[in-house]
């Protein structure tokens, strides 16, 4: 390894323990273990993290079109500040053309950061410590030069990143934190260009190898204390807020999805837990991002007996948008009931590659699936049963689609065995469905159509057993 590629990998190390330090100062540990989830070792696997064979790897492939980090920490002596407040990000601009692009934050703080390109689809990836993103409405919807558009947001407790979509796959020539400037704040600078062969080829080398470290065993994810069986205990009913965080799923006029689902999931949970019938999870109380496989992680953690995903839908066809509206409950097929089912799971299925996870689906995951193929019967008649309730409770309370009983290969409701539907709760695209479920008495009332429902289903499923 030449000494600049290795001055690099120790900066990397370095920006990285500066991110998990931040999160963990308190328990005096090291960051990674205390990341939670699955999580934990993804920055390490980028193409751009060090090698770990280190000679055997030509360090060209580390360089390009890979990141820079650069590790601007406070510099404030060690261990003097208790809760660190977040850095704020207040403005963003986007310069240059499409031979060269640059995009600046002006950030408050001095932040450490770590950028990665990526192909297929062709993003650019920067990650950074928690940070409060103070922008306009609508920053980042489309950009210029070599990014088509970027979003921004918490991707886990003490994470944030920044995500491009690039036009093509680019080089990052350069990504830096630089100040303080004489307004006295600091400059998030990444610069752009368009990816050559040779970058292309280079960074297929670094994925291989990297691809190659995150085949190995991975501890299993801890399980979270609940009891094996289910006898004797009261139903576990998993709510899941769709999105979150940099996920903003559909956006409305006014109102964005991943807000509208949590406000409806805290709905759920307060009427369904007063009943004390219920063991309520919810799978994001703030607005976080969660990914698919972390949404299943919990339910399956749980042991989950019902499992419910709320959602928002929208239309691109303005047309359509303003004569469809109303509620629509899906199902788990693997084959989609009909177009508009099919085109709704990719959408709901991109998200994670959206958000800049790889795409996951290994051998293990296959066996898995027969596994859970079997599981799934059972737990398909559930999920049905418990839509016609739902569908009933629904009518006569919020609007209701036309056929509004659909299924689709959704991956959330994957489940290792709980009945789960994804509920649609109506279509951001629409006008009176946008303002109806931004209102708190319309949540309200869908709350109240599916805890009545939840009843009406257990109260069948329990009786069935006897
Ligand atoms: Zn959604």
Known sequence: MTASAHRAARLMLAAAIAVGLAAS????????????GPWGGTLEVSPASPPRTGPARPPRGREAPGARPTAAAPRSPAGAQAAPTLATVLAAEVSGDDRRTRLAFDVAAPVAIEARSLADPSRVIVDLPEVEFRLPTGTGQSAGGLISRYRFGLIEAGRSRIVLDTMGTVRIVRAEVVGPLSTGRFRLEIDLAPATAADVAAWQLAEAAARSVAAEPVPATPAMGIPQGRAGRRPV???????????????????????????????????????????????????????????????????????????????????????????????????????????????????????????????????????????????????????????????????????????????????????????????????????????????????QAIAAAVDAHFHTRTAGKR
Do not use: C
């Open 25 to 36: 100062a308190a328990h005096g540990q090291a960051g990674r273990e205390t990341t939670p």
């Open 237 to 447: 009913v998993v709510v899941d807020a769709g999105h979150g965080g940099i996920d903003p799923g559909a956006e409305g006029a006014a109102a964005i999805e991943k807000h509208i689902v949590l406000d409806v999931a805290r709905h759920v949970e307060r009427v369904l837990s007063a009943t004390r019938r219920y063991e309520v999870v919810m799978t994001r109380t703030t607005d976080v991002f969660v990914s698919l496989d972390e949404r299943l992680r919990i339910s399956q953690a749980h042991h989950a007996d019902l499992f419910l995903s709320l959602h928002a839908d929208s239309l691109p066809s303005k047309e359509l948008a303003r004569s469809v509206r109303g509620a629509t409950v899906y199902t788990l097929a693997e084959q989609a009931s009909d177009d508009l089912a099919r085109r709704m799971a990719e959408k709901e299925n991109a998200v994670d590659l959206l958000a800049g996870l790889p795409l996951t689906g290994s051998g293990d995951d296959q066996v898995r699936a027969i596994l859970i193929d079997l599981l799934r019967r059972e737990s398909a008649t559930y999920s049905q049963d418990f839509r016609r309730h739902l569908l009933a409770e629904l009518r006569p309370r919020i609007a209701v689609a036309r056929e509004p009983a659909r299924s689709g290969p959704f991956k959330v409701l994957r489940q290792a065995g709980s009945p789960a539907v994804l509920i649609e709760l109506g279509y951001m695209s629409n006008a009176d469905d946008e303002r109806l479920m931004a209102t708190s008495a319309w949540q309200g009332k869908v709350a």
